[in-house]
């Protein structure tokens, strides 16, 4: 990117929350936490000082298939970047004091989540798309997991998953790509040659709606709806892409019309489509009056029921696509958006897109794939509700209201 000042620049290791046990859940997140305190090289506040002090960010993220360590830097200073990134990586000194003291950071950190309730309902609805599997347990870990994760466990869990065919380094920005790649390759060239790590299968098994209510004294209820959906790379994926624009993703969207804008149900009213290397899931989600509840699950799923038995019009269906591309575009005149976008796709598909190869692709969907998409996803028998609130009414009188037309 020729004409930015800026480089963006992320180590990623295809390892997350799908590749741990109950026993140990949590420990990738724990484990990130535990490369910003120090290595052989740079103490903890050194690493932060270096970075920050010419102007930088540093940050790092978990999710249930990656792990990504991540810095945005003024480009004159990519090498600086590497060096302290890469340390981070490879000779991380996980000090046995720092293993506790971040132990109890992350316990607040879990009950935060269980405190917010906007953030903590999307964890029941895992629970429901995904029970007792890695992946419908919560990243973070549990208490009890937490609890019992030691500074050799942490270390072993390195050991054997941040390995060379596991770590992909993504950079964007003013850079001279030959010289990072040589930087790359020096930096890394006695990372162990494992094979690639494995995680278990999702199991998708369900045959009947399920609800999960968490009672809490809230003002509003919170409310997730979710159903299996697409891996990531489904010939699919653009056309649930689309539906995801049409029903929930922006202020045009239909729920947000039906919900918002005509009816006053909810003041936040969305959808999201989460796509996994097996697996995905289609989630609805919203913050609902209390008393109106029933009424906007209704509606809701008249919505999914209308947009599966009839096309869209062909004036939203072109209004979705060129939203869908433009905020592609729009994101990427931002270096770290092209930097997280090249380097997910890298490390969960081995293949990096250009904008012409979406542009592409997203052209050849039509009317058709969208229903299509919806008749797959939208089937009563796969619905999953997870709700917290005061909740008046209990399971056996939301069940009632769990229907999706003919």
Same mark, same amino acid.
């Given at each position: 990117?020729a004409n930015?000042?800026?480089l963006?620049?992320? @180590?990623?290791?295809?390892v997350?929350g799908r590749?741990?046990?109950f026993q ?5 997140h724990?484990l990130e936490?535990?490369?910003?305190k ?5 103490s903890?506040?050194?690493?932060k000082?270096s ?5 930088g960010?540093?940050n790092?993220?978990?999710s249930?298939?990656l792990?990504?360590?991540?810095v ?7 090498n600086?970047?590497? &060096? ?5 990586v490879?000779?991380?000194l996980l000090p046995?004091?720092?293993?506790e003291?971040?132990?109890?950071? @992350? ?6 989540y ?5 953030s903590?309902v999307f964890e029941?609805? &895992?629970?429901?798309?995904w ?11 549990t208490?009890e997991?937490?609890?019992?994760t030691?500074?050799?466990? @942490?270390?072993?869990f390195?050991e054997?998953? /941040?390995?060379?065919?596991n770590?992909?380094v ?5 850079? &001279?790509?030959?010289q990072l790649e040589k930087n790359?390759a020096?930096v890394f ?11 278990l ?8 709606s399920?609800?999960k209510?968490?009672?809490k004294?809230t003002?509003?209820?919170?409310l997730?709806?979710g159903?299996h959906?697409?891996?990531r &790379?489904h010939h699919l994926?653009?056309a649930?892409?689309l ?8 202020m045009s ?11 006053g149900?909810?003041?936040e009213?969305g959808?999201?489509?989460r796509r ?5 899931a289609f ?5 609902i009056d209390?008393r109106?509840?029933?009424?906007? @699950?209704e509606?809701i799923?008249?919505?999914l029921?209308?947009i ?5 019009t062909?004036d ?11 905020q592609l575009l729009l ?16 490390v969960?598909?081995?293949?990096? /897109?250009?904008?012409?190869?979406i ?7 039509t ?5 299509e ?8 028998? !796969?619905i999953?509700l997870a709700l917290?609130?005061p909740?008046a009414d209990g399971? !056996?009188?939301i069940?009632?209201h769990l229907?999706?037309?003919?």
């Amino acid at each position: 990117m020729a004409n930015m000042q800026s480089l963006s620049l992320g @180590i990623w290791i295809k390892v997350g929350g799908r590749y741990e046990t109950f026993q140990n859940k949590g420990v990738s997140h724990f484990l990130e936490h535990l490369l910003f305190k120090g290595t052989k090289k740079y103490s903890c506040r050194k690493i932060k000082e270096s970075i920050e002090g010419v102007g930088g960010s540093l940050n790092g993220f978990t999710s249930e298939e990656l792990t990504c360590y991540l810095v945005k830097i003024p480009a004159r200073y990519l090498n600086l970047a590497l &060096d302290v990134l890469s340390d981070m990586v490879v000779n991380p000194l996980l000090p046995k004091l720092e293993v506790e003291k971040e132990k109890q950071v @992350i316990l607040e950190e879990l009950k935060m989540y269980k405190d917010q309730p906007q953030s903590y309902v999307f964890e029941l609805l &895992d629970e429901l798309l995904w029970p007792n599997q890695p992946i419908g347990s919560p990243i973070i870990g549990t208490v009890e997991s937490l609890t019992q994760t030691n500074r050799q466990e @942490i270390s072993l869990f390195k050991e054997r998953h /941040y390995t060379a065919p596991n770590i992909v380094v993504s950079a964007a920005g003013l850079l &001279d790509f030959n010289q990072l790649e040589k930087n790359v390759a020096k930096v890394f060239s006695g990372q162990k040659k494992d094979n690639p790590n494995t995680f278990l299968a999702a199991r998708e098994t369900q045959n009947k709606s399920q609800v999960k209510l968490f009672r809490k004294d809230t003002e509003q209820t919170h409310l997730t709806l979710g159903f299996h959906s697409f891996r990531r &790379d489904h010939h699919l994926k653009h056309a649930l892409g689309l539906l995801n624009v049409i029903l929930g993703a922006n202020m045009s969207s239909r729920l947000f019309n039906e919900l918002r804008e005509k009816r006053g149900l909810a003041y936040e009213i969305g959808t999201q489509a989460r796509r996994f290397y097996d697996t995905g899931a289609f989630i609805v989600h919203a913050g609902i009056d209390n008393r109106k509840v029933m009424q906007a @699950i209704e509606l809701i799923l008249k919505e999914l029921t209308r947009i599966r038995e009839n096309l869209v019009t062909e004036d939203e269906f072109k209004r979705a696509k060129d939203f869908y591309l433009g905020q592609l575009l729009l994101a990427l005149e931002d270096t770290m958006d092209n930097m997280l976008w090249i380097g997910e796709t890298t490390v969960t598909q081995d293949k990096t /897109y250009t904008i012409a190869d979406i542009i592409s692709e997203v052209k050849k969907v039509t009317r058709e794939d969208l229903k299509e998409t919806a008749k797959q996803i939208f089937r009563e028998e !796969k619905i999953n509700l997870a709700l917290i609130g005061p909740l008046a009414d209990g399971e !056996k009188k939301i069940y009632q209201h769990l229907h999706l037309g003919k």
